[in-house]
């Protein structure tokens, strides 16, 4: 593509560049030789691409003689620089300044609107080569209207069609697709220069593709919704994730708001760096599992035999606190209720009942010694009462409360009195 072909030599080669193609222009031989050259003495125009011309035919043929072939009784177009033609030169009128064609009837490539009112014949078309197939910077000849890219638009294809944006000389379509989000703008239309969508309330970004701060939803919901982050679960200055809405929240607090204490914690309150306080539940009393710390008054849920604010220590009648009991946070107390002391309970730690004075062991269930319940049947245990001459000891049989006695031949529960076929038993001496 460095040089005319062999019937286009009217001007010299010329490369094209962004703004003219300069296109070889053809020799007006019409039909009559197969080759022409270009005589820079013959152009009145030498130094213009577009205006003059100096090719010469070479080797007439068909009988016909000539710098350039003349039909015979051609008229002068109305659109010469004179009113008369150079026969010298083949019949070539002398053409306005934009005008082309032996009789001066065609605008130049590049030029429209022949009119006689014209000094230069032609109106330029002024393609926007960045617009136009090929750079091509020529037009309709009577609209002027330009040969436009695929996503260019205007007379001389220098805008971008409805919903595309930068015209650019290197696109072959000539501009791209604004490509506005379907969900943040208002329409798939964009600012052709910079490319900036028309975005919804609370979207932005140049695809109207994002929602603005402390909003979210966007590609998940189709519309931008307030985070509405709590401020006192919510960490001071963050926002919430733009696709889900989720809140960044403080070490003790949960949910997308951040409006919730966690599991073990309670109090949400303003003030508080983690946002809810610990529960402090005490393992060994507490049932685990969802809602063992109720979250607004931190009160833990117990096992059965175990109260306090933390499950720490075990109810009344309860007693020896231990995680190893399974549901149950502590034991029952195994006390005797005819060997207590009315309205009292265990030792919560040993399980040690109060036992009354005639009682004794954990559960009060035995009789103390020097004590012993009588065979009638008797909640209370009595006292043994042995004769202190006359028995070993103060203790007796816990069952029968037989005392130990001191001689053989000392007799009775107490040992209070002789055997039979003995006497003499001295209440001071035995």
Request: aromatic share 6%; hydrophobic share 20%; charged share 15%.
């Amino acid at each position: 593509c460095d040089h005319c072909e062999p019937l286009f030599n009217d001007k010299p080669f010329r490369a094209g560049d962004q703004l003219q193609a300069y296109s070889c222009r053809p020799c007006q031989c019409h039909g009559h030789a197969s080759s022409c050259h270009y005589e820079h003495a013959l152009d009145p125009y030498p130094g213009e691409h577009f205006r003059g011309g100096g090719g010469i035919c070479d080797s007439c043929q068909h009988n016909t003689t000539g710098l350039q072939w003349k039909p015979p009784n051609s008229p002068p177009s109305l659109h010469t620089t004179e009113e008369f033609v150079y026969p010298e030169i083949g019949g070539q009128c002398k053409c306005k300044r934009h005008v082309s064609g032996q009789q001066c009837n065609q605008c130049q490539h590049g030029f429209y609107n022949l009119q006689p009112s014209n000094p230069d014949g032609c109106r330029a078309c002024n393609c926007n080569t960045a617009g136009t197939v090929q750079a091509d910077i020529t037009c309709q000849q009577d609209s002027g209207q330009c040969r436009c890219k695929a996503n260019v638009i205007g007379l001389i294809c220098d805008h971008c069609n409805f919903g595309f944006k930068f015209l650019d000389s290197s696109n072959p379509e000539g501009c791209t697709a604004c490509n506005c989000n379907i969900h943040g703008s208002l329409h798939q239309f964009c600012d052709p220069f910079i490319g900036q969508c028309q975005c919804k309330d609370h979207v932005h970004g140049l695809l109207c593709d994002t929602c603005m701060p402390n909003f979210y939803g966007l590609t998940s919901m189709g519309s931008c919704w307030p985070c509405s982050c709590d401020p006192a679960g919510s960490l001071v200055g963050s926002t919430c994730n733009p696709t889900t809405g989720q809140c960044m929240c403080k070490s003790g607090v949960e949910g997308q708001r951040c409006n919730v204490c966690r599991e073990g914690f309670y109090g949400l309150a303003w003030g508080n760096p983690q946002g809810c306080l610990p529960c402090l539940c005490d393992p060994r009393g507490t049932v685990t599992g969802p809602d063992s710390c109720d979250t607004t008054t931190g009160r833990c849920r117990c096992k059965a035999g175990v109260e306090g604010l933390h499950c720490s220590h075990c109810a009344p009648n309860f007693f020896n606190l231990s995680a190893g009991y399974g549901s149950a946070g502590c034991k029952l107390c195994p006390c005797d209720p005819t060997g207590i002391i009315s309205g009292t309970t265990c030792d919560m730690v040993t399980g040690q009942c109060v036992c009354l004075p005639s009682r004794d062991g954990r559960d009060c269930a035995v009789c103390r010694p020097g004590f012993f319940r009588p065979a009638s049947g008797a909640n209370g245990c009595e006292p043994c009462e042995c004769h202190p001459v006359g028995a070993l000891s103060q203790t007796c049989d816990p069952e029968t409360g037989q005392c130990d006695c001191s001689h053989p031949s000392v007799a009775g529960r107490r040992c209070d009195h002789c055997q039979e076929l003995h006497f003499g038993f001295n209440h001071s001496l035995g």
